[in-house]
């Protein structure tokens, strides 16, 4: 059975940061790419990041929207992913999810964390 | 950034046949994939490639289109069904629709 945590959300106060993280298990990490997409309360969704695995040299890219204050990063030995987010303001507030893809659709997902920007 | 326009809602009796439309902005030929979020939920995937049905989805749910048009069938429709459908495509980048909620009369 895939499994997906994310963790690390909370309250934070604007201008802060915030490192999340992703655990996964039942599917083979190490052939997929890694993402972080998050929803704003009552809202749509939004691609933050993306990290591919071993055979792609573990690119990274990200929306132009974040780019600067996001960091995406993975650990194929835990099965895991990672973002690091900084300068954190309001708008930021979101549930975070960590979809795993084959490069173009998100497979697995899983029930995300919440992120909120206030002081 | 490649846009796509959903319609926002829809309302639909059990039983029915529903079509859940999303318009890109520029081609992304078939690299259109849809999403079904029930609330509280996360999303799952439903049709990956414009047309393709995600394993252990049922077949009451199929997607066609190319290009610019897309279409999400459901057919027939059940009150399970109730949900918001994403579109996202993955020609430019990754982006989603708005999503269309779909209610049940």
């Known amino acids: 059975e895939v499994q997906i945590l994310e963790t690390g959300g909370g309250l934070v106060k604007p201008g802060g940061s915030l490192r999340l993280s992703c655990a996964t298990s039942?599917?083979?990490?190490?052939?997929?790419?890694m993402n972080w997409v998050r929803q704003a309360p009552g809202k749509g969704l939004e691609w933050v990041a993306q990290?591919?695995?071993?055979?792609?040299?573990?690119?990274?890219y990200y929306a132009e929207s974040l780019e600067g204050r996001v960091t995406i990063s993975r650990d194929d030995s835990k099965s895991s992913v990672y973002l690091q987010v900084s300068s954190l303001r309001a708008e930021d507030t979101a549930i975070y999810y960590c979809?795993?893809?084959?490069?173009?659709?998100?497979?697995?997902w899983g029930q995300g964390t919440l992120v909120t920007v206030s002081s | 950034d490649t846009v796509l326009t959903q319609s926002p809602a829809l309302a639909v009796s059990p039983g029915e046949r529903v079509t859940i439309s999303c318009r890109a902005s520029?081609?992304?030929?078939?690299?259109m994939h849809w999403y079904q979020q029930k609330p509280g939920q996360q999303p799952t995937l439903l049709i990956y490639?414009?047309?393709n049905l995600e394993s252990g989805v049922p077949a009451r749910f199929s997607g066609s289109g190319s290009g610019t048009d897309f279409t999400l069938t459901i057919d027939p429709v059940e009150a399970d069904d109730t949900a918001t459908y994403y579109c996202?495509?993955?020609?430019?980048?990754?982006?989603f629709g708005a999503g269309t909620k779909l209610e049940l009369k």
């Open positions: 039942g599917f083979n990490f190490n052939d997929y790419f």
């Open positions: 990290i591919r695995n071993k055979n792609y040299n573990y690119a990274t």
């Open positions: 490639l414009a047309s």
């Open positions: 520029e081609s992304v030929s078939t690299l």
């Open positions: 996202q495509q993955s020609w430019n980048d990754y982006t």
């Open positions: 979809p795993a893809s084959t490069g173009h659709w998100f497979a697995y």
